[in-house]
T-cell receptor, first 114, second 115 residues
């Protein structure tokens, strides 16, 4: 199994600013995923991050708004840029290891934009 | 398109009783995995149980078991002897074997445990 430490756990930000969310995994993982989740609702995939290559974004999400870094096999960041109140949500990172189909999750970041 | 449907937005059960959460999915794939994840108020997503599509035997993990009907594309979760700690959102998820671990999620079912 893998343990993912996600920071910050929550933040309140001013509109127009940016926030970077970090996820540190305690072992090397192949794929990392970034999700957005409104409270009480399902997960929406933002992008998939593979080490050494550009992240792959889902429809409705663009790199300029949600730049992602994946510098090595244990770490990734998601930045929410030029924030507006509509960006208020929970952001989750997740990873899977080769050969193990179980997904592991960070604790989530609750973002409020005011 | 592959989809996962959870038709019960909310379910409630008396403590110590049994409850079943439903999940159906749509796919043309023959090789895939199915999961139930639990998300308590702490937001930490936890794997409850996993089923490989090629296995006919239903998966079981202590008080949690599934009823996997491949032909009907149904994957329900049964929780026996419900406990207060089982209160959470439960998500059904589907993963094709060639998807690079990408999961397709259901809308979730909120489970309430009545003491």
């Amino acid at each position: 199994s893998a343990v993912i430490s996600q920071k910050p756990s929550r933040d309140i930000c001013q509109r127009g600013t940016s926030l970077t969310i970090q996820c540190q995994v305690d072992s090397q993982v192949t794929m990392m995923f970034w999700y957005r989740q409104q409270p009480g609702q399902s997960l929406t995939l933002i992008a998939t991050a593979n080490q050494g290559s550009e992240a792959t974004y889902e429809s409705g999400f663009v790199i300029d708004k949600f730049p992602i870094s994946r510098p090595n096999l244990t770490f990734s960041t998601l930045t929410v840029s030029n924030m507006s109140p509509e960006d208020s949500s929970i952001y989750l990172c997740s990873s899977s290891q080769g050969g193990n189909t179980e997904a592991f999750f960070g604790q989530g970041t609750r973002l409020t934009v005011v | 398109a592959q989809t996962v449907t959870q038709s019960q937005p909310e379910m409630s059960v008396q403590e110590a009783e049994t409850v079943t959460l439903s999940c159906t999915y749509d796919t043309s794939e023959s090789d895939y995995y199915l999961f139930w994840y639990k998300q308590p108020p702490s937001r930490q997503m936890i794997l409850v149980i996993r089923q490989e599509a090629y296995k006919q035997q239903n998966a079981t993990e202590n008080r949690f078991s599934v009823n996997f009907q491949k032909a009907a594309k149904s994957f329900s979760l049964k929780i026996s002897d419900s406990q207060l700690g089982d209160a959470a959102m439960y998500f059904c998820a589907f993963m094709p074997s060639d998807s690079n671990y990408q999961l397709i999620w259901g809308a979730g079912t909120k489970l309430i445990i009545k003491p």
